[in-house]
Every structure is written in structure tokens, then in C-alpha cells.
């Protein structure tokens, strides 16, 4: 996404919720979504075989 996407989504979801987003924090609240959409990006990228089935249990 480009940074004025990025400032797009912000300013959307932070009307949907209702969620004032200071200016002075935009700079940062756009690099943790960009960060975010990057690991996002490496998980959705991962072959899996057709037979992978989730875990039944996951215990940290």
C-alpha cells in the first residue's frame, strides 16, 4: 500500500470506530500498519499442501 492508502485506511477506520487518531501519532500508527501488512503479506505467501488441516489444540 502506498502511504496515502495507508493514510486513507487510517483516517476510515478511525472514523468507523469512533477512534480519534492524534496527527502527531499518524507517523507512527502508518508505520506499525505498514509493518503489519508486511508480516501479513509473508503468512499469506506460504505454501501449504492441500491435505494441511489446522491444529486441534494450541498451547503456549
Known sequence: MT???LDA???AAS???DLPVAE????AV???LAVTLRFAR?????PLPDEAEPADLFRA
Open 15 to 17: 472514523a468507523a470506530l
Open 30 to 32: 502508518r508505520a506499525n
Open 24 to 27: 502527531e501519532w499518524k507517523p
Open 9 to 11: 485506511y487510517i483516517a
Open 3 to 5: 502511504p496515502d492508502q
Open 42 to 46: 509473508l503468512v499469506d505467501d506460504m
